[in-house]
């Protein structure tokens, strides 16, 4: 069965689905709330395929943005192994080119670091309070996915497909 995932802005009606979600600390959705005035946040909505108009949330990233380069500064994923992290950090890179940042950072816990990685970040060398710091140079990365397209790759399962919206995920 193919899980139909979306990827979007927040809105007012996921809010109220973060806050309901059992999974979802109390403070969470207010939090969300507040932070999405100032910065873009954006969520992965699963549509089950008996009734797609109906959604439940399953990730949340929070972007801040900053002169030159934009930061995730929350990646929540509810459900795992279904590429939802992937899904939302390409969108992310989506926005970061939309907002002409050069480059996309992150502050990490060392059990995350493999996973940003897979997607092409670097480590600075930078660590405070335990946090190390990547980045991924966003027109590094596109360039990578342009030779893999010329190339007649197809792009691999940790991410390079920047197009937004709907995908099946397995």
Do not use: C
Not at 75 to 85: A, D, K, S
Not at 86 to 115: D, G, H, N, Y
Not at 155 to 169: D, E, K
């Amino acid at each position: 069965m193919t899980r139909q995932i979306e990827v979007a802005s927040l809105t007012a009606n996921d809010l109220s689905s973060i806050i309901r979600n059992p999974q979802v600390l109390p403070d969470f959705g207010t939090m969300l709330s507040r932070q999405s005035a100032m910065n873009p946040v954006l969520v992965a909505r699963y549509h089950p395929p008996a009734n797609p108009e109906e959604y439940e949330i399953v990730g949340v990233i929070e972007l801040r943005d900053q002169i030159d380069e934009l930061q995730i500064s929350l990646l929540e994923v509810f459900e795992r192994q279904l590429g939802i992290g992937v899904r939302l950090v390409k969108e992310a890179v989506r926005v970061a080119r939309e907002r002409a940042r050069e480059r996309l950072i992150v502050w990490s816990l060392p059990e995350t670091m493999a996973f940003y990685r897979r997607l092409g970040f670097e480590e600075s060398g930078e660590v405070v309070d335990g946090l190390h710091r990547l980045f991924l140079d966003v027109r590094l990365f596109e360039l990578k996915v342009a030779r893999q397209v010329q190339a007649g790759g197809k792009p691999s399962r940790a991410g390079y497909s920047l197009r937004p919206g709907v995908s099946g995920a397995p």
